[in-house]
């Protein structure tokens, strides 16, 4: 088994030169998993160079013929996803002819989780994993009959409607306790950006579609340890870590971690391997993970936009773990980053590549 984080290191050091990429086209796309195909794809819409790049999540939402240069192998598993997505839209349906006037599921958010858990798996559960998406609710109305002798009745009548899940977590737990699938914080990523890829025609970007440069791809030091926010982030460091003026409130105080200015929605990765144990809003640290690792090391990412992982969840360095932003006791878009040893915060510039 090839080690992922240096699948992923290759397919970055290919992807970020300009001509390896050009070269590299669908033979780098058949042999890496979906979320690489995205990283591609990100990239290639960097370079403005994405017109014969489409992703296989594009392709497996359109219905037009399969470019002629993409391997056979990757061929069957996206003419194999669209077959799925026609029996999910009847299953969409179904359950649509159920809901109340005004709720509906969203078709496109159905299929990018779908594609982000079973692009090439054989015979996934289609019908069960739509359901997923939605819960039934038991309702009564009154209404009136005759009875034998031809009198008005008033009867109470129960009935069943589905009504949409708009929270995406209670999805994932649906899908996890119905299929017994857990989709990994990477997953759940993926998911989100071939939503807004196909819903918006690009992926989860920072506000005004700016992403910090080299955030699409994992950087990992020698060590093993990924630096959060990509290779660039000596140049982004806005706080470091120890004694400074508090922005708020103006009074010196010890800066518990070091501050990288990025741009919101900018994705966040994960240092070390590790398991979740905090994904959840503070005042102070907005939302905010902390992984905890071996030997004793615990990393944590604060002021996110948005949490992709839940407590409990194992996670290998370079996954990501949220989308930064300025949530909590922030004056800006930035990603907080403390490494604490022990319990005692040290200085993260010790352990980034
Ligand atoms: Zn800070």
Not at 125 to 137: D, G, L, M, R, T
Not at 162 to 176: K, L, Q, R
Request: glycine fraction near 10%; charge should be negative; hydrophobic fraction near 40%.
């Amino acid at each position: 088994m090839v080690d992922p984080v240096l699948v992923a290191k290759a397919a970055a050091t290919l992807l970020t030169n300009e001509k390896a990429r050009k070269g590299v086209g669908w033979v780098l796309v058949a042999i890496l998993s979906p979320i690489i195909v995205l990283v591609a794809l990100l990239c290639s819409l960097g370079s403005g160079a994405a017109d014969h790049n489409i992703s296989a999540a594009q392709l497996c939402f359109q219905t037009g013929p399969i470019p002629a240069d993409i391997p056979a192998e990757y061929r069957i598993c996206i003419e194999q996803t669209r077959a799925n997505f026609t029996e999910l839209d009847t299953v969409i349906a179904d359950i649509q002819s159920n809901m109340d006037e005004g709720n509906s599921l969203d078709p496109i958010r159905v299929k990018a989780v779908f594609f982000s858990l079973y692009f090439g798996a054989e015979a996934p559960p289609v019908s069960q994993f739509a359901h997923c998406f939605a819960a039934s609710e038991t309702r009564t109305e009154t209404v009136t009959e005759k009875d034998e002798d031809g009198n008005d009745v008033e009867v109470e009548r129960i009935y069943n409607v589905f009504v949409p899940i708009e929270d995406m977590g209670t999805v994932y737990s649906h899908i996890a306790a119905s299929l017994g699938v857990t989709a990994t914080g990477e997953q759940q990523s993926n998911a989100d950006n071939v939503y807004s890829l196909v819903k918006y025609g690009y992926p989860v970007t920072g506000e005004g579609g700016a992403a910090f440069e080299g955030a699409d791809v994992p950087y990992v030091g020698a060590d093993g340890f990924c630096s959060p926010v990509g290779a660039g982030w000596r140049n982004i460091v806005t706080s470091e870590f120890g004694g400074r003026i508090d922005p708020i409130t103006g009074q010196r105080d010890g800066h518990t971690g070091m501050d990288l200015a990025v741009p919101t929605g900018t994705p966040v990765r994960a240092a070390l391997p590790g398991t979740i144990r905090v994904a959840q809003y503070d005042s102070s640290y907005g939302y905010y993970v902390t992984i905890g690792h071996e030997g004793g090391l615990l990393t944590l990412y604060g002021h996110n936009s948005r949490l992709l992982v839940r407590p409990g969840q194992q996670v290998q360095a370079g996954d990501v773990v949220s989308l930064s932003g300025s949530t909590g006791r922030s004056t800006g878009p930035h990603l907080h980053f403390e490494v604490r040893l022990n319990g005692q915060r040290t200085n993260p510039r010790y352990y980034l590549p």
